[in-house]
């Protein structure tokens, strides 16, 4: 049959971006189909006048990301680290602390008991292999419950407790009672361990890009050119013998010899295939649900916390920000705080008013920094789960059942079907380096296949 590219890759994220420029690398000639009107999909970056750029989507690079390091480093893009002079705060049941180091000081016992919960889940990450965790030694007993049963039973103070759920919600954008303790471990392992998770300093929250992560995909799309066409959402997907024909939203119809599928699974899930996939991989997609999140940004004229020696990071319960970076600029130019709304907050905020929202957030930002971090020049916030194309973030978790039954199938090729995304990595799943990780083994995949 005649062909319109060797490949189809379905989605312009840096998973999708990544694999087409392997491929085209060896001689193929890919073809990118991406739904949205622009590339990069969880990356998205907002220009403030000229000089500045602030990060809708994902934003920081860390320690142990190597293939994400060294995309950066060859598309000559520039890295700063994020800003942590200073203090933290916490704000706990309506009392404000100031404190250093990684842990607020939460009592003896809460520490004692969040230290070790820390400790014990490291120590049971490390027994969850990688590329299959359903083959970890107590995988049926570990999937069977959430990280929120475990956490009831293996911690004792409420604020122990406390440091769980807001791990996460940072991290998974989540409750511990939506993914299984067996995800929990997996993701642990996947991210280099609890610390490298949650750390700025030496953790995942580390670098920052200069002009915004989007940049990553739109280098990779430039090399790319024609190769990858926009506002062209797929819709199905036929394979036989011969090849496959990849159909869009617009009725046009792409053929070639196989096609990476690289979006979330959930998404992945509402493209028809015909034949129909077989009935494990179907189910999978219908059990992995999306995180939710809120991100918000008041910008000032300067980052005036940094005046009283606080480092603009705060933890805390105040309703709905539980978390709170400085996310200003390299040179300080204006100074930004960045509120991150999450999981069960996150859900009822989606429901409220733009205005409502925007005086929930000021109102932490004002009991934390104080009363000038009401008046902001300027305040953005972006709704992920409201993305058609995304539909909630950071990315799935697999809720109890779903790895020991269904894990097999994450990765598994089906024909001329190959799967890619960030939610297949082995290594740091759910961020920009697992995207990378991903596009590339899906494009050795195809190039072994063909
Ligand atoms: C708010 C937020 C904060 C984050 N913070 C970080 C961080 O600090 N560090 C980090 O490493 N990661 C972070 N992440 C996660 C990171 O952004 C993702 O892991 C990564 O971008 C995923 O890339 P991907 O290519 O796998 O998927 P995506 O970026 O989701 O790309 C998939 C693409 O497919 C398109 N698409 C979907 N369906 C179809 C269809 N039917 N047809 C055609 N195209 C389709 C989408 O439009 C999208 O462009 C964050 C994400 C969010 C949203």
């Keep these: 049959m005649a062909r319109?590219?060797?490949?189809?890759?379905?989605?312009?994220?840096?998973?999708?971006?990544?694999?087409?420029?392997?491929?085209?690398?060896?001689?193929?000639?890919?073809?990118?189909?991406?739904?949205?009107?622009?590339v990069g999909g969880r990356l998205l970056r907002h220009a403030l006048g000229d000089a500045v750029v602030i990060d809708l989507g994902g934003q920081w690079l860390g320690p142990t990301q190597t293939r994400a390091y060294a995309l950066v480093e060859e598309l000559g893009l520039a890295l700063f680290p994020t800003y942590t002079e200073g203090e933290s705060l916490a704000l706990l049941g309506g009392r404000l602390q100031r404190y250093s180091g990684p842990v607020p000081r939460l009592g003896l016992l809460p520490l004692f008991d969040f230290g070790n919960a820390v400790a014990t889940?490291?120590?049971?990450?490390?027994?969850?292999?990688?590329?299959?965790?359903?083959?970890?030694?107590?995988?049926?007993?570990?999937?069977?419950?959430?990280?929120?049963?475990?956490?009831?039973?293996?911690?004792?103070?409420?604020?122990?407790?406390?440091?769980?759920?807001?791990?996460?919600?940072?991290?998974?954008?989540?409750?511990?009672?939506?993914?299984?303790?067996?995800?929990?471990?997996?993701y642990i392992h996947s991210g280099g361990g609890f610390e490298s998770l949650t750390n700025t300093r030496?953790?995942?929250?580390?670098?920052?890009?200069?002009?915004?992560?989007?940049?990553?995909?739109?280098?990779?799309?430039?090399?790319?050119?024609?190769?990858?066409?926009?506002?062209?959402?797929?819709?199905?997907?036929?394979?036989?013998?011969?090849?496959?024909?990849?159909?869009?939203?617009?009725?046009?119809?792409?053929?070639?010899?196989?096609?990476?599928?690289?979006?979330?699974?959930t998404l992945a899930g509402r493209i028809e295939y015909d034949p129909p996939l077989p009935a494990v991989r179907d189910q999978l997609t219908q059990r992995l649900p999306h995180g939710a999140v809120i991100k918000c940004f008041a910008v000032y004229d300067r980052p005036f916390w940094r005046e009283q020696g606080l480092s603009g990071f705060a933890v805390g319960d105040c309703e709905p920000v539980h978390l709170v970076f400085d996310n200003s600029p390299p040179d300080a130019s204006c100074g930004i705080l960045l509120g991150f709304i999450e999981g069960a907050s996150a859900r009822q905020m989606s429901t409220v008013d733009?205005?409502?929202?925007?005086?929930?957030?000021?109102?932490?930002?004002?009991?934390?920094?104080?009363?000038?971090?009401?008046?902001?020049?300027?305040?953005?916030?972006?709704?992920?789960?409201?993305?058609?194309?995304?539909?909630?973030?950071?990315?799935?978790?697999?809720?109890?059942?779903?790895?020991?039954?269904?894990?097999?199938?994450?990765?598994?090729?089906?024909?001329?079907?190959?799967?890619?995304?960030?939610?297949?990595?082995?290594?740091?799943?759910?961020?920009?380096?697992?995207?990378?990780?991903?596009?590339?083994?899906a494009a050795e995949e195809v190039l072994s296949r063909l």
């Design 121 to 186: 889940l490291d120590r049971m990450a490390k027994t969850v292999p990688l590329e299959s965790p359903w083959c970890a030694p107590n995988a049926a007993a570990w999937d069977s419950e959430t990280l929120a049963s475990w956490a009831q039973r293996a911690l004792r103070t409420r604020l122990g407790r406390w440091g769980i759920r807001l791990f996460s919600e940072a991290v998974f954008a989540a409750e511990p009672s939506e993914f299984s303790l067996l995800h929990a471990l997996f």
């Design 354 to 441: 733009a205005q409502t929202r925007r005086a929930a957030v000021l109102e932490c930002f004002a009991q934390l920094f104080g009363t000038r971090a009401r008046q902001p020049d300027v305040y953005i916030d972006h709704d992920w789960s409201a993305e058609v194309w995304s539909r909630g973030c950071y990315g799935a978790h697999f809720p109890p059942g779903v790895w020991t039954q269904f894990g097999r199938a994450l990765r598994e090729p089906i024909g001329r079907i190959f799967w890619a995304g960030t939610e297949t990595a082995t290594r740091w799943m759910g961020y920009i380096d697992g995207a990378i990780e991903s596009g590339e083994r």
């Design 202 to 265: 030496g953790g995942a929250q580390q670098d920052r890009f200069v002009a915004g992560a989007q940049s990553l995909a739109l280098q990779l799309a430039a090399q790319l050119g024609e190769r990858v066409k926009l506002g062209e959402p797929v819709v199905r997907i036929e394979q036989s013998s011969e090849g496959v024909r990849v159909i869009g939203r617009s009725g046009a119809v792409y053929a070639a010899r196989a096609v990476i599928v690289a979006i979330p699974p």
């Design 4 to 38: 319109d590219a060797d490949v189809i890759v379905v989605g312009a994220g840096v998973a999708g971006l990544v694999a087409a420029r392997r491929l085209q690398a060896v001689g193929l000639a890919p073809l990118v189909l991406e739904a949205r009107e622009r």
